[in-house]
């Protein structure tokens, strides 16, 4: 089995990611770095829905540092950007880079995130930064559309059934207006 890191932001979005790459024949490795998240009560419930759903399934999970700053230093000039827009561009670039680092950090030749399952996310746009990285790094990234295939809808099922907390907004504190 070929193991990918699977940059994950929250349980019910990775639920359904998890299950499609072991079906894939992958073995995927959580890596949750979301410093976008606000406030921090709310880093710490999705962070902790993860890791409870993670050790259910027997997946490897990984925290990187919460540091807000990195994130806020990132998109400085770009705050009113409505989503979809450059804002989310830079907080997906910064995202998939630590990623992408932390896979050559343990010799992983794949990367890819969950943040394709939303339908409220532009897939091209996040694979057009995923490729950015890797062409910086050399780790690959696969292009997986996991919202293809009824996967947001699998996921919110599996969500449901494993009684996780779903979140009502993306994640920044732009996001919640
Ligand atoms: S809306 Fe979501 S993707 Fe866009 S900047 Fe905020 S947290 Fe990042």
């Given amino acids: 089995m070929k193991e990918i890191v699977l940059h994950a932001c929250c349980a019910p979005c990775a639920s359904y990611p998890i299950q499609l790459l072991i079906k894939d024949n992958f073995r995927p490795v959580v890596f949750f770095y979301n ?6 009560e709310e880093y710490k419930i999705r962070r902790d829905e993860l890791k409870r759903y993670c050790e259910k399934k027997s997946v490897d999970f990984f ?29 997906f670039n910064l995202r998939l880079h630590k990623t992408a680092l932390f896979a050559i950090k343990k010799d992983i030749k794949y990367f890819t995130t ?5 339908p409220h996310k532009n897939s091209k746009q996040i694979f057009e ?14 292009e997986y559309d996991f919202k293809k295939h009824d996967g947001f809808k699998i996921s919110r099922m599996i969500a449901k059934e494993n009684n996780m907390y779903a979140q009502k907004y993306c994640g920044c504190r732009f996001s919640i207006r």
């Fill in 114 to 118: 969950t943040l394709s399952v939303s």
């Fill in 129 to 142: 930064q995923g490729k950015i990285i890797e062409a910086k790094t050399g780790v690959e990234f696969l």
């Fill in 63 to 91: 925290e990187d540092e919460y540091c807000p700053d990195d994130y806020y230093n990132v998109i400085k000039g770009y705050e009113s950007e409505p989503e979809k827009g450059q804002r989310c561009s830079l907080c």
């Fill in 35 to 40: 410093p976008n998240i606000y406030p921090f």
